[in-house]
């Protein structure tokens, strides 16, 4: 019933921004903590970024200082703003719901060089 819906994933050179966007099928997402993570074939599914229904957030090493997660409570909505996208960044994000631990389905991200 609870349903996680990733969009805004695409195609970017390097260098270049995307925003993600992870719509919550109900207000979970107002009072639970939310995660992005991304996944290449054959490796682990890693964690991107997270941020807690007050706005602390945390970001994984790889991605700090270009990426930035945020929350429209409201809007039942998380971001993810991208940015010096590089190659290595490709990959499918998932939204998480973190302590419920319901995923989302998705979006493909590729960065050309």
């Known amino acids: 019933q609870v349903q996680l819906v990733e969009s805004g994933g695409g195609l970017v050179q390097a260098g270049g921004s995307l925003r993600l966007s992870c719509a919550a099928s109900?207000?979970?997402?107002?009072?639970?903590?939310m995660g992005w993570y991304r996944q290449v074939p054959g490796k682990q599914r890693e964690l991107v970024a997270t941020?807690?229904?007050?706005?602390?957030?945390n970001y994984g090493d790889s991605v700090t200082g270009r990426f930035t997660i945020s929350r429209d409570n409201a809007k039942n909505t998380v971001y993810l703003q991208m940015n010096s996208l590089k190659p290595e960044d490709t990959a499918v994000y998932y939204c998480?719901?973190?302590?419920?631990?319901?995923w989302g389905q998705g979006t493909q991200v590729t960065v050309s060089s």
């Open positions: 998480k719901a973190i302590r419920s631990g319901h």
């Open positions: 109900e207000r979970i997402s107002t009072i639970d903590a």
């Open positions: 941020i807690t229904s007050g706005g602390r957030t």
